[in-house]
């Protein structure tokens, strides 16, 4: 048992005599006491106190058996002297306990005094009082004792003592505050083969779930087992209540009961055609034993049968009948009982009812199984809403019985109530509600009904208005509070050069229409992008702009978000601009603007130079056209491109010999022309003539000259004086020249 601590807690104290009797003599109960329980007897010493989780019916005796047991806190604190007490322990299962007292004998007249109370120790300290009564004088009762400012969970003692040691029989029945623990009780617990045992369970809430089993049918606190063949057999109910002691069992709690089927001699079921209405046909059987010969049934009413299957009966009260069978095999007789449930056909669909309208009812017939309404909307239990005064008719089945009854509803016409039309507004703004429909009104979340506010969120507000009748209505209205839009947006790039094109992304795209002011004087309507090229040097704000459809604004603004920066101009000029293979050196003059930054790049493969007016030497060993390129920078990192075309031109360099020794050594032995530079190799032509102009040779390849030969035949010609003429083109001015002379062969 735990240690108390004491407990200085509102004593509530509630004593109520019921019937009372002059003198000492005990009168006649105004109500029947409960059935004692047989209960264990309270303990002689508080130390010894008999803890209890049943009070109803729990009946005791102040026998003078009792010695007195207390200490100076007790004795100080009871409301009587203590003569012959005892003592109980309880574990409060709410915060109050109530219960009735009735004195079945009193030896004095004088009756009974309780106390409940706690202890700082267990049995010992300082004591604190919940109830203290003390009657005076013995009634029949009851009387009721009841107390407050318990803690659940926590254990109590109750004192029982007689008043001025009187020596009474009482019995106490619960009203609240302590829980009953579940039990079953068997009518039997060894039974033959096809015999019923019934179970009754008892404790708890009063609301019992047997184990699922074929042989157990029923319901309730009682049921019925008919196991049809021998062994042993284990039937469970389980019922919920609440946890107050390791005495008393917590929710939910199961207790089982055991019950044997032996081998007898015989076994027979009994069993009917029912459940039946009243006035309908009972049909009795029972199952064959073979062997035996004669069959006996009883039932109420004096009901008896010698026949094996009893039919045609009629019973004519509605309940339930048992009758049993009985046959004799073999000296052993085996019996068995069936019970046969008559229903009453009479329906109550329950009394008329008035309401508003707007108002629910609850129908809620009884004396039937199932019911059926001629609305078939309603079901028993579930509230529903007539629109006019309305007559409803109900059959009620039970089994193959049905009747009918009816109930009226009356409705009464009430307050139509109208809260408004729903609004929608921007966040931070304010709304009004005003209903109308009554004469007053009552709105939730704070509102006054007339009076402006500011939601923070989308709500619904519900009114109840009431009307000059009393009856009352109820609306809603919903207001929906849009919040401001969310607008971010970003950009491929933030700064560049001119023109420098941007494109802007909505970051948090809606439905929302949206409205882009670029700074440039640009703007779009465009939900997801928006594009434009900034063609002047500056620093721009850009802006976006989010409307709901409700209106609703939302802005983002970005101080200088892009910023565009001039180009430097690239211009330059060669000096001089044309060259010769003979001089190939220019000098860069550079007129650029904006720049300070150079690179270049002659065209020649020579690599680049970084001078702002550099000089350069291009290759001279051939002529050709160069391109140079200069890219200027700025101190932003634009820049821009300038490109000039230079022109490296060959000079015409040839010679001409006057005499060849064709004699075939290693000197001499070929005439041709000896070109350095500045003709076309594929615009040549040379002929030989001898002294009568006659073509003895002729060449289109500048490398192929005349061996002596005449015509490549013949022989080498004589020695003698030839005239040459060759024809060719300049590089530099596409101009065509002709040169003619003489060679002198010598061998």
Same mark, same amino acid.
């Given at each position: 048992?735990?240690?108390?601590?004491?407990?200085?807690?509102?004593?509530?104290?509630?004593?109520?005599?019921?019937?009372?009797?002059?003198?000492?003599?005990?009168?006649?109960?105004?109500?029947?006491?409960?059935?004692?329980?047989?209960?264990?007897?309270?303990?002689?010493?508080?130390?010894?106190?008999?803890?209890?989780?049943?009070?109803?019916?729990?009946?005791?005796?102040?026998?003078?058996?009792?010695?007195?047991?207390?200490?100076?806190?007790?004795?100080?604190?009871?409301? $009587?002297?203590?003569?012959?007490?005892?003592?109980?322990?309880?574990?409060?299962?709410?915060?109050?306990?109530?219960?009735?007292?009735?004195?079945?004998?009193?030896?004095?007249?004088?009756?009974?005094?309780?106390?409940?109370?706690?202890?700082?120790?267990?049995?010992?300290?300082?004591?604190?009082?919940?109830?203290?009564?003390?009657?005076?004088?013995?009634?029949?009762?009851?009387?009721?004792?009841?107390?407050?400012?318990?803690?659940?969970?926590?254990?109590? &003692?109750?004192?029982?003592?007689?008043?001025?040691?009187?020596?009474?029989?009482?019995?106490?029945?619960?009203?609240?505050?302590?829980?009953?623990?579940?039990?079953?009780?068997?009518?039997?617990?060894?039974?033959?083969?096809?015999?019923?045992?019934?179970?009754?369970?008892?404790?708890?809430?009063?609301?019992?779930?047997?184990?699922?089993?074929?042989?157990?049918?029923?319901?309730?606190?009682?049921?019925?087992?008919?196991?049809?063949?021998?062994?042993? &057999?284990?039937?469970?109910?389980?019922?919920?209540?609440?946890?107050?002691?390791?005495?008393?069992?917590?929710?939910?709690?199961?207790?089982?009961?055991?019950?044997?089927?032996?081998?007898?001699?015989?076994?027979?079921?009994?069993?009917?055609?029912?459940?039946?209405?009243? $006035?309908?046909?009972?049909?009795?059987?029972?199952?064959?034993?073979?062997?035996?010969?004669?069959?006996?049934?009883?039932?109420?009413?004096?009901?008896?049968?010698?026949?094996?299957?009893?039919?045609?009966?009629?019973?004519?009260?509605?309940?339930?009948?048992?009758?049993?069978?009985?046959?004799?095999?073999?000296?052993?007789?085996?019996?068995?009982?069936?019970?046969?449930?008559?229903?009453?056909?009479?329906?109550?669909?329950?009394?008329?009812?008035?309401?508003?309208?707007?108002?629910?009812?609850?129908?809620?017939?009884?004396?039937?199984?199932? &019911?059926?309404?001629?609305?078939?909307?309603?079901?028993?239990?579930?509230?529903?809403?007539?629109?006019?005064?309305?007559?409803?008719?109900?059959?009620?089945?039970?089994?193959?019985?049905?009747?009918?009854?009816?109930?009226?509803?009356?409705?009464?016409?009430?307050?139509?109530?109208?809260?408004?039309?729903?609004?929608?507004?921007?966040?931070?703004?304010?709304?009004?509600?005003?209903?109308?429909?009554?004469?007053?009104?009552?709105?939730?979340?704070?509102?006054?009904?007339?009076?402006?506010?500011?939601?923070?969120?989308?709500?619904?507000?519900?009114?109840?208005?009431?009307?000059?009748?009393?009856?009352? $209505?109820?609306?809603?209205?919903?207001?929906?509070?849009?919040?401001?839009?969310?607008?971010?947006?970003?950009?491929?790039?933030?700064?560049?050069?001119?023109?420098?094109?941007?494109?802007?992304?909505?970051?948090?795209?809606?439905?929302?229409? &949206?409205?882009?002011?670029?700074?440039?004087?640009?703007?779009?309507?465009?939900?997801?992008?928006?594009?434009?090229?900034?063609?002047?040097?500056?620093?721009?704000?850009?802006?976006?702009?989010?409307?709901?459809?409700?209106?609703?604004?939302?802005?983002?603004?970005?101080?200088?978000?892009?910023?565009?920066?001039?180009?430097?101009?690239?211009?330059?000029?060669?000096n001089p601009p044309v060259l010769s293979i003979l001089e190939t050196t220019t000098n860069m003059v550079n007129a650029s603007t904006g720049a300070n930054t150079y690179l270049w790049n002659f065209g020649d493969g020579s690599g680049t130079s970084v001078l702002a007016n550099p000089e350069h030497t291009f290759p001279a060993e051939f002529a050709a056209n160069y391109q140079i390129t200069l890219i200027v920078y700025s101190a932003d990192g634009c820049s821009d491109t300038a490109k000039v075309n230079i022109e490296v031109q060959d000079e015409l360099i040839y010679y001409i010999p006057n005499i060849f020794t064709p004699d075939q050594d290693e000197h001499n032995p070929v005439f041709k022309p000896i070109f350095t530079s500045g003709f076309d190799p594929n615009d040549y032509k040379m002929v030989i003539y001898n002294r009568w102009g006659e073509i003895i040779f002729e060449s289109n390849d500048v490398n192929y000259g005349w061996d002596g030969t005449y015509n490549g035949t013949h022989g080498i010609v004589k020695d003698d004086t030839y005239t040459w003429k060759i024809e060719f083109k300049t590089i530099a001015s596409d101009e065509r020249k002709l040169l003619m002379g003489s060679v002198n062969l010598l061998r």
């Open positions: 048992m735990k240690n108390l601590l004491l407990i200085l807690a509102f004593v509530s104290i509630n004593l109520s005599l019921y019937a009372s009797t002059g003198g000492g003599g005990i009168g006649t109960p105004t109500s029947p006491a409960p059935n004692c329980v047989g209960n264990a007897a309270p303990g002689n010493t508080c130390s010894q106190a008999t803890p209890i989780c049943d009070l109803n019916g729990f009946c005791g005796t102040t026998s003078s058996s009792y010695t007195a047991d207390y200490w100076t806190e007790l004795n100080s604190t009871f409301c $009587g002297s203590i003569e012959n007490n005892s003592f109980l322990s309880f574990t409060a299962a709410s915060s109050s306990i109530s219960f009735d007292v009735w004195l079945t004998s009193s030896a004095d007249g004088i009756g009974i005094q309780i106390m409940i109370f706690s202890s700082s120790q267990p049995c010992a300290g300082s004591v604190t009082s919940y109830t203290c009564w003390n009657d005076g004088t013995a009634t029949a009762g009851p009387i009721n004792v009841s107390a407050s400012g318990l803690t659940p969970g926590q254990t109590y &003692y109750m004192m029982i003592d007689g008043n001025a040691g009187d020596v009474c029989d009482y019995i106490i029945g619960a009203n609240s505050g302590v829980s009953t623990p579940v039990s079953i009780s068997s009518s039997t617990a060894s039974i033959c083969p096809g015999e019923s045992v019934t179970l009754t369970a008892s404790g708890g809430d009063g609301t019992y779930t047997w184990a699922a089993s074929p042989y157990l049918s029923g319901s309730g606190s009682t049921v019925t087992v008919t196991p049809p063949s021998p062994g042993t &057999y284990t039937f469970s109910a389980t019922s919920t209540l609440p946890s107050t002691s390791s005495l008393c069992p917590g929710s939910p709690s199961t207790v089982s009961s055991t019950i044997t089927v032996n081998s007898c001699g015989c076994s027979i079921t009994a069993g009917n055609n029912g459940p039946t209405c009243v $006035g309908g046909t009972v049909n009795l059987t029972a199952t064959t034993v073979t062997g035996a010969t004669a069959y006996s049934w009883t039932g109420p009413n004096g009901f008896t049968s010698n026949l094996q299957n009893p039919t045609g009966f009629v019973i004519n009260t509605p309940g339930s009948y048992d009758y049993t069978v009985s046959t004799t095999l073999n000296g052993v007789t085996c019996t068995s009982t069936t019970t046969v449930v008559v229903n009453s056909a009479t329906v109550n669909a329950g009394p008329d009812q008035t309401i508003c309208i707007g108002q629910s009812v609850v129908f809620n017939p009884t004396n039937a199984v199932t &019911y059926a309404w001629s609305d078939a909307t309603i079901t028993n239990g579930v509230p529903f809403n007539p629109a006019a005064t309305t007559t409803y008719t109900v059959t009620g089945t039970t089994g193959s019985c049905t009747s009918t009854d009816q109930i009226t509803v009356t409705v009464n016409p009430g307050a139509i109530i109208n809260a408004g039309q729903d609004q929608t507004i921007c966040s931070g703004a304010t709304a009004v509600c005003v209903a109308s429909g009554g004469q007053t009104y009552v709105w939730d979340n704070g509102v006054s009904n007339g009076v402006a506010f500011a939601p923070t969120a989308t709500g619904t507000y519900t009114v109840i208005g009431t009307d000059a009748s009393g009856c009352t $209505g109820t609306d809603q209205m919903t207001i929906t509070v849009v919040p401001t839009p969310i607008v971010t947006f970003s950009a491929n790039v933030t700064s560049g050069c001119l023109p420098l094109p941007v494109i802007f992304n909505n970051t948090n795209p809606t439905t929302n229409t &949206y409205q882009w002011i670029l700074g440039n004087g640009t703007t779009s309507s465009n939900p997801i992008s928006a594009a434009t090229t900034y063609t002047a040097a500056g620093c721009y704000d850009v802006t976006l702009i989010s409307t709901t459809p409700e209106g609703c604004v939302g802005q983002s603004t970005v101080p200088a978000m892009i910023c565009a920066f001039a180009n430097p101009v690239a211009d330059f000029t060669a």
